[in-house]
């Protein structure tokens, strides 16, 4: 992936393409292709202090300066309050995002290549730079832009005193207790230390949230390299939070290069396409310390480990690249969180006790085992560790839990009550919830149908007993009895007090695309031909049909605006994997619809190269041009276009 001037002919139009590199703990960097901090989430080292959460902004960014001949080549671009001041991305020949992002700078007869990765498990940023210097003397000047917040805030001078000691080869900045001092150090060259301040930093990304958008950043001094004439240098610079480190960055970027390359190849993948979700899907992978274990990042820049959101991703992220060692311990991470026989549907940031508020991350949870079990066939593992769990969370159902969830005489799973969302639809404004579902949601029953003939699949095999067959019975022969709409000629999304609710919605595609399915192919044909003319769009499916009167068809504004787009006809690119798998399975996987599978997930080939550059992103506006919003980097969205991707269009199948 490479981009030349013509992505950045205006400041307007480089601001839209962002890069975004992690380092396996939750930490990352990031900013936009151009160089400008365009979010308060941007910067060179978000820390994570207490892996994946507590993520803290050390380093916003470092600008560059290069002297030659009495003039002064800027590289920085900044967008302050009064506008753009400075307009550094003139000089930017070339941006390549393939492993790591490169910028290439070319001015006067100088070529500046500077190159930013992470290194695997540390709180560490290595920033490359490799010199061309043309026939004169000059002198690079390095300036860091430091910080020390949490990454959901902004500062301003005052807020915090830095304290600043230098150190061999650079300087150590202390702000706060709580956090380890920052190491500033650079392979060549000498630092000037000076108390500077950067005021007025400007986030447009946030003023669109109705967020604060203005910040201070401190300036410790800078690093200054001189450059004979017809000189060619490579010089490190490091940011970083560890005690030990190397300013070996040639030796580092090669081991984080041969690290990435090796995942890939673990993969098995040879299409480009799947090659490259391989990668993005790495970022989402993280160390969770409290658990000693791997978990899941919902996205970035600003969630965490998710319950539900971990589970449906752990396919794609996992067993499709062939991670399995990463899967068992996610699977491990859940289930030692499992209460009252719910998983947690967050890690709040702080580290208190998990939120559980959530009615499907328990039951995404056997899908995610099945799926596993395909891939591993472990039942080893899942029998000595997973398995107890599962019953635990059956029984817990059957007797009825937390929020409200039990299973009705019907046999249904029925969850919730006025003010209380548990389903992945669960945006709400202080007591506002937008789309209440409590009561019996279509996927939320499909999944409850799902988890019981996996249990009773598990339970034969490891010859125990299955209690729940009347339960089963009772649940399938009414499955279709109460959701089958058949004027619309699709599933009501919910069955509450007052009936069915015939909102055109997504979640009964998910009823389609799951292996022990209650809805017959004649059915289920006729749900995706009506799923696919008023929810498709492009990059995933609408949330509400646009012609319901409540659509809401454009992503943007304050949290109230936004919140109540969300699930209100909002596109989220994680619904085409069950689209997709749904489509194939309906159809009996027949050629035609393999050709048809491909064109859905064509056009995310070309997304890769916008918004979140290499990943998928979280949502996208349900109105034409479907414009991406949200996060740049969605673990469900990258790991079902995966997952479906390469089960459903390559037919390459778990096994």
Not at 394 to 402: E, L, P, V, Y
Not at 572 to 578: A, F, V
Request: with cysteine.
């Amino acid at each position: 992936m490479c981009f030349g001037k013509g992505d950045w002919r205006s400041y307007e139009q480089g601001i839209q393409k962002e890069w975004l590199v992690t380092n396996g703990l939750g930490g990352y960097a990031s900013s936009s292709i151009i160089g400008v901090n365009t979010r308060k989430y941007h910067g060179l080292l978000i820390a994570s202090l207490s892996p994946p959460v507590k993520r803290t902004l050390v380093l916003s960014k470092v600008d560059e300066r290069l002297e030659v001949q009495g003039r002064t080549y800027n590289l920085a671009t900044n967008h302050t309050g009064g506008g753009v001041t400075e307009f550094g991305y003139v000089h930017l020949q070339r941006v390549s995002l393939e492993t790591f992002p490169t910028f290439i700078f070319s001015f006067a007869d100088i070529f500046l290549q500077k190159q930013i990765f992470m290194i695997y498990g540390e709180n560490t940023t290595v920033i490359l730079y490799r010199i061309s210097n043309g026939i004169s003397p000059a002198v690079l000047r390095l300036i860091p832009l430091v910080n020390c917040r949490d990454f959901h805030w902004t500062t301003r001078r005052g807020q915090i005193n830095f304290a600043r000691e230098e150190i061999p080869r650079g300087v150590a900045v202390r702000a706060v207790p709580q956090v380890p001092a920052l190491h500033l150090v650079c392979s060549e060259g000498g630092f000037t230390g000076r108390d500077d301040w950067f005021y007025d930093m400007f986030y447009p990304e946030e003023q669109n949230r109705g967020l604060p958008a203005r910040e201070d950043h401190y300036i410790p001094g800078n690093f200054t390299i001189a450059l004979a004439p017809g000189e060619e240098k490579t010089i490190t610079f490091i940011a970083t939070l560890e005690e030990v480190f190397t300013l070996d960055g040639e030796a580092l970027l090669e081991m984080e290069t041969r690290r990435s390359h090796e995942l890939v190849e673990r993969a098995g993948q040879r299409d480009s396409f799947a090659r490259s979700l391989v990668r993005a899907a790495d970022a989402f992978i993280v160390h969770r310390r409290s658990t000693g274990a791997k978990s899941i990042i919902a996205g970035y820049h600003w969630f965490s480990d998710w319950g539900r959101d971990a589970m449906i991703a752990l396919p794609g992220l996992t067993l499709v690249t062939r991670r399995y060692d990463d899967a068992r311990e996610i699977l491990l991470t859940f289930a030692r969180y499992c209460k009252d026989g719910l998983l947690p549907n967050t890690f709040p940031d702080a580290g208190e006790e998990p939120l559980y508020n959530t009615v499907d991350a328990s039951l995404w949870y056997f899908q995610a085992v099945w799926k596993y079990l395909q891939y591993t066939g472990d039942h080893r593992f899942v029998r000595r560790n997973i398995y107890p769990v599962l019953r635990e969370i059956i029984d817990h159902h059957i007797r009825g839990t937390r929020f409200n969830i039990r299973v009705d005489e019907d046999g249904l799973l029925a969850a919730g009550s006025p003010g209380v969302q548990l389903t992945w639809m669960d945006a709400r404004v202080d007591e506002w919830v937008v789309t209440p579902r409590h009561g019996k949601p279509v996927e939320i029953n499909a999944l409850w149908y799902n988890a019981l003939c996996i249990l009773r699949e598990l339970a034969g095999r490891y010859k125990d007993d299955f209690p729940y067959d009347d339960i089963m019975v009772r649940c399938k022969d009414n499955f279709l009895k109460k959701f089958w709409y058949d004027q619309g000629g699709y599933l009501y999304d919910v069955i509450g007090p007052e009936g069915g609710d015939a909102s055109l919605r997504p979640n009964q595609v998910i009823a389609l695309s799951l292996p022990f399915t209650l809805v017959d192919p004649q059915r289920g044909a006729r749900i995706l031909r009506r799923v696919w003319q008023e929810l498709y769009a492009t990059y995933g499916l609408r949330s509400l049909s646009h012609y319901d009167p409540r659509y809401r068809g454009v992503y943007g504004g304050d949290r109230r605006q936004r919140d109540g787009a969300y699930h209100q006809g909002t596109v989220w690119s994680w619904l085409m994997g069950p689209f997709v798998t749904a489509l194939r399975r309906v159809y009996n996987y027949s050629p035609a619809s393999r050709l048809l599978a491909a064109r859905f997930l064509a056009p995310f080939r070309e997304h890769l190269r916008e918004h979140g550059v290499g990943y998928i992103s979280e949502i996208f506006d349900g109105n034409e041009p479907v414009i991406p919003r949200g996060a740049i980097a969605q673990a469900w969205g990258v790991a079902e276009v995966l997952r479906a991707y390469v089960e459903d269009v390559l037919e390459i199948k778990p096994g």
